[in-house]
Structure formats: C-alpha cells, structure tokens
C-alpha cells in the first residue's frame, strides 16, 4: 500500500485518499484536476481508504438490495448507528463511518476505472461532502454562457440527460459535469451553489451520431458492450467544452423525462413540485429507512427548490431543438 494519500480539493474540505498504489488514477479520473499538494490546516479532512477485502471489521447481517446512481444494486450487509456497509460482492466492499471516513475494500485487480469502483467511489465522496454540509445531487452542471450561474438537469438514467446537457454545448453552455454535482446551501447569501463533478463524461453512439461535433473525442471502435464510452475529459477542456469551474449558484433545475407521445415542451413548476422532481430522481428509501445522510440531502434539495426556478421539460427525438426551447425559456 502507499504511504502518502493523494489530497484533493472538495471545495471547503480537504479529501485525502490513501491505498493501492493504481487508487490515485481512479480517483484522478472522478474528480479530476481537484488536486492539492498542502493539506490546509484550517478545513475538514475526510478520507477515503483502499484496503484489502481481508480487512473488512464486523459482521454482515441485513442482507437487502438498494439501488445508486447508474450502478447496479448493491446489497446492504452491515448497519448500525454510526456505520454502515455497503457491497456489490465480496471484494467490492465500501464501509461509510459518521466521522466522514469511507473504506473501499477492493481486491487490486479490480481497481480498473469500472461502473462498479466508479460508483462506490461516488457513494463514499457522498458521504465525505456531508461533512461540510454538501450533497451530491443525480443532474447534469452546466455554467451559463455568461458563465455567471449554472443550470442543473436532472432525470432518470437512460432518459437523455447527457445528450441534452451536450446540445446546450452547442448554444453556448459549458458542461461542468455531466451526471453528479455537489451542491451546498450559502445561508448568508440565501442561495444554492454547486459545482460539478468532473468525471470524465459517458456518451453513447447515438449522441455522437446526432451531435457530430462530439465525433472527434469518440473511438467507435472503443465503444463497450452497450455502444458507449468515456471520453477524455481533458482533451474536452482544450476544446472549451468541459468547463472545470468553482462553484457557481444555481439559477434553474430541470427534470427531463420522455414521453413519446407529446411533443416538447418545458414549463415552469412550483417549488413543491420541483422538490417532489428532485426527491424521485434522489432519494430511495429502503427498509423503511432513509440513507445516511438523506436529512442534509433533504435540507439541501428544499433550499435548491426554493433558491432555483423550477422546470419540468418532456424531450423530443432531436436534442438540439429541445437546447434551444431550454435557453430560450431561460432567456440565455
């Protein structure tokens, strides 16, 4: 194992992660240029640790499925008051602790930067923001062309999010990530900040085939099983279309859901109708309980309703048009 943790910047804390020595490419490829060289004294250190399977403390009792953000269910083994553990097998194990400390047990050769780790990593940043009062939330960040405030767009995985978040590319917005974004309740400012995880963006063929300008940083022939791929967040950044910015507050948040039998549309909806969107695509409560860290999420969801304007929008086969009704609705 490594001996010195590689430190990144999470905004208002310092998140230090130690392990494997492949574990800071992995977690260089979720965060990406988040990373700091001095560990600040003045801020929160939270940590996430690759340790061997073996390792794993306790017994795994309640065995029960849950589902994640676009990962695949994992099985619930161990809870109690401060501690919970998390799993999808028994060498992809992640035990979240109240202090903000995340373990990754994982066997070494399982480290590859797949759904499975990739996933896991993004619970356990979850729970390491929650100790600066931050929560990630399932949507796409996208800096306004002004780049003065960002918008968010949430949905089901599948429904077509990524694809439109690429289209208000093309318009003039700038993707700060394209699937989760950390946001976080400024009181003294009564607004709602956030900033997009920088994880190197998932695309499917058929995004590139209906926005052509993505085809240079696609390699069909790298495609997986599914026809997707990711790209090179970096080489998006040289072209000005990954824009890896601080945090900015949010102006809207849109749900975007598909209905093939209307045509598109988007309007605007109440606050309570906003937070009843971002709750159904954000939080799922299992055995009757909710999540650690739900509270937060669901503090941090009802300020975002109610500092940003709410829209629901119902997506058409082509994503441009549907970008230009967004900003058109946004006045952008």
Known sequence: MSTTPSLFDIETATLSVSGFSKEPTVIERLLGPRRVTVERS?????EIRFCEPKEIAGSRTAQFEIPIIDGPNLLVFDRTPDRLVVGIDESLVLELHQNGLSKLFVEPDRLAFDDDVSDLIIFGLDNALAMTRQSLFHAACLVSPDQQSSILLHAPSGTGKTTTAFA?????YKIAGDDATAVRYEAKSERMLAWGIPRAPKVHQYTVNTLPFLAPFFDPTAADRNGEQFLDRQALVKADIFHE???LPVSAVISLSRNGNSAASIERVEPLDALQDLL???ISAFGGKLMPNDDLKLTNYSALAKCASGYRANLSE?????ANMI???LGA
């Not at 003045?42 to 939270?46: G, L, R, T």
């Not at 208000?168 to 003039?172: E, K, N, P, T, Y």
């Not at 082509?318 to 549907?322: D, R």
């Open 42 to 46: 003045d801020q929160p250190v939270v």
């Open 168 to 172: 208000l590319v093309s318009i003039g």
């Open 245 to 247: 910015a601080r945090s």
């Open 280 to 282: 159904d695509d954000n």
């Open 318 to 322: 082509a994503p441009e048009p549907m």
């Open 327 to 329: 900003a058109e609705t």
